[in-house]
């Protein structure tokens, strides 16, 4: 089983600070780190690899620092790291960057399994993983708990409004994946680290995975962001006073007008 899991290195914090004139994240200053979802997926991926065997290879694109998250994949047990570092990636939307990873995973070839995580906590839009499906034409199941294989399918459970589903998927397939139920945070021991440096990171151009100018960068990108804002939120409260007694007659009289309850 030869498994992609894609990786993205975004800023430690889910506050994320935005350039109110450019609307470009700031990142300068602020500490990075594997983006959370994507140790999901990793770790689910460490699994499937120790029950089926194969390959378990990561690819992140970014600037040249995302090589830090590719090394503690490989610190974890991943077999090989590739980065998609390159100008010409910069200025690049969700569609842009989706199909700059699918070549990246074209030329890597011969997949069975690609995992993403289901968002990124900075971008945080959950386009990547469906966009880099649709670029690869493979099928795609998004917001998964768990994933594993059986038959040569891929086994999921799904999370929906109450409750999950159980899916399959033919192979190759896409997965984004939220956190496994039984999740257990892995992290890699100092050996593990120290040998980690010495496994090359494969840094691939635009050219080198043969993505087109023209589907990169801005030009690339349709999307447009008119403004981005912190949602303001407009809360009505109304607090109750008086002994307990009135206090429960005004929470039920409450309920009643707003037909919680009859
Ligand atoms: C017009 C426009 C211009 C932009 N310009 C820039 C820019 O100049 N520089 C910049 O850094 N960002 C830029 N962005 C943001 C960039 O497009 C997103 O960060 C990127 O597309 C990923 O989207 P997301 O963060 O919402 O990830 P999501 O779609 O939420 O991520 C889901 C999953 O996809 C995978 N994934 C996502 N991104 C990567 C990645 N880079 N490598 C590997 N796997 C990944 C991971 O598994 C992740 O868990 C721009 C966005 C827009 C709309």
Redesign the pocket.
Known sequence: MNIV??????PDSDKVKVNPETG??I?AGVPSIL?P??HF?LENALKIKKDTGGKLTV?????PQ?VEVIKLALSLGADRGIL?SDRAF?????W???YA?SKGIEKIGNYDLI??????I????????P??AHHLKIPQITFCENVSIANGKAEVSKLVDGGTLDMQAELPALI?MTMPSDYLGIYPSFLDVFDAQDKPVETWSAQDVGAEAKNLG?EG?P???DKIYAPERKVQGEIFSGSANELADKVLEFLKQGRFIK
Request: hydrophobic share 35%.
């Open positions: 899991v894609c990786i993205k290195q975004v470009t994240i990142r983006n979802y994507d997926a690819i992140s694109m970014g600037p995302a998609l910069a200025g690049s939307d969700t842009a960057t989706s990873i995992l993403c995580g289901q968002m990124a900075d971008g945080d839009t959950a386009q990547t993983g966009g880099i984004t801005l990108s999307t447009r962001v």
